[in-house]
């Protein structure tokens, strides 16, 4: 097994791990950390549904929109389903997304990953991943009577 594959000795590593990950631009790392037929859904809704997918989509994202990018783990929580099933939540902010080519550059982003792992022999694996953007002062997204997507706040 080459280097850059890792494996999480406890639920908790899988976040930290797949931090090390992206800042190392490392898709096969990133990879390794999911099962063969995991599922992962980013922050638009897009759906990949085995590791070379997963793998693919993050190869891409590196080389042509998060190359320059910063992703720091701010908090996780940890829920034991079972002796091997584990949900975690993990906080996380990303800073300096640069698409290339591309004049908006978001400075900061705020992300929530939801991680569903799996205990395989020594090691755990994760089998589901969701990013979710948090949109500060946001309740829901809407199409508003334009056609453009855009973060509500029904409170205000």
């Given amino acids: 097994m080459s ?4 494996k999480a000795k406890s639920p ?10 992206w800042m190392q631009r ?3 790392m990133l990879a390794s950390l999911f099962a063969e037929d995991a599922e992962f859904v980013n922050v638009v809704g897009l759906w990949w ?7 693919k989509a993050h190869a891409y994202g590196f080389e042509k929109i998060f190359g320059d990018s910063d992703l720091r783990l701010m ?17 996380m902010r990303l800073k300096n997304q640069s698409p290339k080519g591309n004049v908006e ?3 900061l ?19 589901s991943a969701q990013n979710t953007d948090i949109v500060p002062g946001a309740e829901t997204n ?4 334009d056609g453009n997507f855009k973060s509500v706040n029904y409170q205000k």
Avoid: M, Y
């Avoid at 280097?3 to 890792?6: D, H, P």
């Avoid at 809407?142 to 009577?145: F, K, R, S």
């Fill in 49 to 55: 549904h085995n590791r070379k997918d997963i793998r």
């Fill in 105 to 107: 550059t978001p400075s």
């Fill in 12 to 21: 908790e590593n899988i976040p930290t791990l797949f931090v090390e990950a």
């Fill in 26 to 28: 490392d898709a096969d």
């Fill in 109 to 127: 982003r705020q992300n929530l990953f939801s991680f569903v792992v799996q205990k395989e022999g020594d090691h755990w694996i994760c089998v």
């Fill in 142 to 145: 809407i199409i508003d009577e």
């Fill in 75 to 91: 908090q996780t929580s940890v829920k034991n389903l079972s002796e091997d099933i584990t949900v975690l939540h993990a906080r």
């Fill in 3 to 6: 280097n850059t594959f890792k």
